[in-house]
């Protein structure tokens, strides 16, 4: 049976503006078929290969997969930050209709911190330990506002503290990073991240080490700050449930590929992919048998340097002998999955996967 029809790698083209049209309605980050390469002594490491996806001002994108997958190589090559004599970038990646593949570093660092920040996953390492909070907050803001003084710096750090949660933000501003708490310190990643009012946010894995209560906070926290400064998200995590809670799209990715690709609703109630599929199933529901165990998709992410033939989740899929030998021969293209948007790139046939997803979780558990 002929698989489903391919759709090109990348995002929708969107049109110039017309009048009555927000501006929001056009995409601020939009990345197109981004490939990473990294050149090690065993050989080449395709860390991502052909990602296409676009983030809308005031959206939240979803990027899933183990660990390994790609998500925060792709996030890095969004900021600039791979080492151009470790690596090679390639593909299209406009932010606010600037080019940023193969723009001058002196350019890139402009925009870095002012039009687009990242809140990293571990703040303890990524704040410095031999400077304040508040130091380091104010010096991300006068990097981008030279004639602003210490004073005024130090004035906006202590607001961006308080509008993040931190209680007493003047006397906190003074302290170093090792006197706050794993919450606090989260926040004042997130505080240095928006004191300069970037239309775009990377967030990776922000919540990770964080217990449920605090991760809440943080989630809440984000949403408000979205929803005053219209900012774009790109949130990254292996946490399902958060990509439920927060996230509008959804991208799925697998050995450095998008295997699924849609909104929240399509990606997680109408999951299209095998491997979307085991991750679902991995997950405890709140309404499934609480006796039952969690099902993990067996074997293990595949080697970037030596990626199998065909389809890259074939070794660990239950269904690749139902499409002949085209899950070992050809890789499958991202392609229409019924709604509008909802792309997949798998070689099921398109009634196979519908009757699959219709089914129930335990269904499509991997064995």
Request: charged content about 20%.
């Amino acid at each position: 049976m002929d698989s489903p029809q391919a759709a090109p790698s990348g995002p929708p083209a969107v049109g110039p503006a017309v009048p009555g049209q927000r501006v929001d309605d056009e995409p601020y980050l939009r990345v197109d078929d981004l490939r990473v390469r990294f050149a090690t002594a065993d050989g080449v490491v395709r860390a991502v290969d052909g990602v296409s996806f676009t983030v809308r001002r005031g959206r939240t994108l979803g990027i899933v997969g183990e660990s390994g997958s790609g998500k925060s190589v792709t996030s890095l090559a969004v900021l600039g930050l791979h080492d151009p004599r470790r690596s090679t970038v390639s593909g299209t990646i406009t932010l606010g209709g600037r080019q940023l593949v193969g723009l001058p570093e002196k350019q890139v660092r402009r925009l870095r911190g002012r039009d687009v920040a990242m809140i990293f996953q571990d703040p303890l390492s990524a704040l410095h330990p031999y400077y304040t909070v508040g130091r380091q907050i104010a010096e991300a803001y006068r990097v981008h506002h030279p004639r602003v003084g210490r004073r005024a710096a130090r004035a906006r750090a202590v607001e961006l503290l308080d509008r993040v949660g931190i209680p007493q933000p003047a006397r906190r501003h003074d302290q170093y990073p090792h006197e706050f708490s794993g919450g606090m310190r989260q926040r004042a990643m997130i505080a240095m991240a928006l004191v300069n009012d970037p239309a775009l946010v990377i967030a990776d894995e922000p919540t990770t080490a964080l217990d449920v209560t605090v991760q809440a906070q943080i989630l809440d926290l984000l949403a408000d700050l979205q929803a005053e400064f219209r900012t774009a998200i790109v949130l990254i995590t292996h946490d399902l449930g958060v990509v439920a809670q927060v996230a509008d799209d959804v991208l799925v990715m697998y050995a450095g590929r998008v295997v699924e690709r849609g909104s929240v609703a399509q990606v997680l109630r109408r999951p299209q992919h095998p491997y979307t599929w085991g991750l679902l199933s991995s997950v405890p529901s709140l309404h499934g048998d609480a006796d039952a165990d969690l099902v993990p998709i067996p074997g293990n992410p595949p080697s970037l340097i030596h990626l199998p033939s065909g389809c890259a989740f074939h070794p660990r899929c239950r269904y690749a002998d139902r499409t002949g030998d085209r899950a070992r021969t050809q890789v499958p293209q991202l392609g229409p999955a019924g709604a509008d948007g909802h792309l997949v790139a798998c070689h099921l046939p398109p009634d196979a996967r519908t009757r699959l997803a219709a089914g129930s979780p335990s269904e499509r558990r991997m064995p």
